[in-house]
């Protein structure tokens, strides 16, 4: 890679990594949130999710524009949008107030992952996008090791509107960046003939198989990833007795074993097949999904023992199938079928979420029922994912020239 790229990577590393702190600080919080507001899982699930359903419902709307803007102004546009909504959470009063901040700052969050990966697969061909999206998904790995630890700790210490704040803070140094060193990503402008029909967004993945094949890889994933996700941490607390002062441990020792092997599964992605390492990965992350969902110990080095190897295999199954999906389409396109993607992981993972708060169920006690269940939901939907994973088929690569490669300069 070049010094440009390495820049690149950088800096949409860093939109990642608060937009996850943002988007993942709400998940551990849950324990204190539930006793903060005296609310009930379900509740708490309706929290998360209101996310996930604006950002899905925007994602969505603004496929049919996103591809007529230089990519650069539509993820700064997002990005200002977004840290504003991330300030609204940090002064939310009540947990109505939350849903409603949450909503905000999923409304412009929704159009920030795919924006992300579109540039990414307009800067990287098919051959290194793999790699690319490695680095790029050291910021989940680097939230969970920074970002969430120390966002607990700033929640018992200070408050749980504490993390918010420093997100937000944080966040206004990124759009600096973003103003400053993201060079104009147009290139996708400059190649088409004529401005398409907006309308034209749907009816075109509508009517490619393997477009829609890519669509339904990525909504089972986010079904079954997102059905336990929420749930982790008060079960962990509520069931086996981990304390909630300890949960940070799970995302910093989950975060450091990703930080060495997300790049290390993107450059084995590249070299032995995306389709091959996301199957390997895929299985295996059954089973500590099984295990978490079905924990019986408390005991600290347990826990740390399953959180590890879940987030290690869950986040190798991720990597292959992004690379996968951003190349059934071509980059004249890819903008508007990302954003429906991201529309579509964005809606699965807030109805996930509720799938997970319906099906357990908290007794007078504190115990949390059914999160089994919930554990063999999320592990049906990885199998069967697998299977729609064979089915999609990258596009014919053009031949790459000096004149149609994206310039980065």
């Known amino acids: ?50 996310y996930g359903l604006s950002a899905g419902i925007s994602g969505f709307l603004a496929a049919f524009f996103v591809d007529n803007y230089d990519r650069k102004k539509v993820v700064l546009f997002a990005y200002i949008g977004f840290v504003a909504g991330t300030f609204a959470c940090a002064f939310a009063p009540t947990h109505q107030f939350l849903i409603i901040a949450r909503i905000i700052a999923g409304t412009f969050g929704g159009l920030i992952g795919a924006q992300v990966m579109s540039i990414v697969a307009d800067t990287f061909d098919y051959e290194r996008r793999a790699t690319a999206v490695g680095y790029i998904t050291t910021a989940f790995s680097v939230a969970s090791v920074v970002g969430i630890p120390s966002g607990l700790f700033l929640a018992a210490k200070f408050g749980w509107h504490t993390p918010f704040l420093v997100v937000g803070f944080l966040g206004i140094v990124v759009i600096f960046l973003i ?83 997300a790049p290390m599964v993107g450059k084995l992605a590249d070299k032995r097949g995306k389709y091959p390492v996301f199957v390997v990965f895929a299985l295996l992350s059954m089973i500590p999904i099984y295990l978490i969902t079905n924990m019986f110990s408390g005991a600290v080095w347990a826990v740390l023992l399953v959180a590890g190897i879940f987030f290690v295999f869950s986040n190798g199954r991720l990597i292959p199938t992004q690379a996968i999906i951003s190349n059934v389409v071509n980059p004249q396109q890819r903008g508007s079928f990302m954003a429906i993607n991201s529309s579509l992981q964005l809606l699965a993972q807030a109805l996930a979420a509720n799938i997970g708060g319906f099906i357990i169920h908290k007794t007078a006690s504190g115990y949390i029922e059914n999160y089994a269940y919930v554990g063999y939901f999320a592990i049906s939907m990885i199998f069967i994912s697998i299977f729609i994973a064979r089915l999609v088929n990258p596009i014919a690569r053009p031949i790459v020239t000096n004149e149609n490669t994206v310039d980065v300069s």
């Open 179 to 261: 103003i400053r060193f993201v060079p104009n990503l147009d290139k996708h402008l400059k190649n088409r003939e004529t401005k398409p029909n907006p309308l034209n967004v749907i009816t075109n993945i509508w009517n490619n198989p393997n477009q829609m094949k890519a669509l339904w890889l990525s909504t089972t994933i986010m079904l079954g990833h997102f059905s336990i996700i929420p749930y982790i941490s008060p079960t962990l607390v509520a069931n086996v007795g981990f304390s909630q002062q300890n949960i940070f441990l799970i995302y910093l020792v989950g975060g450091l074993l990703t930080i060495f092997t």
């Open 1 to 50: 890679m070049s010094s440009k790229e390495k820049l690149l990577l950088f800096i949409l590393a860093c939109i990642n990594f608060t937009h996850i702190v943002d988007f993942m600080i709400m998940m551990p919080l849950g324990p204190q949130l539930m006793q903060i507001f005296n609310i009930s899982p379900r509740h708490f699930g309706f929290i998360v999710s209101a």
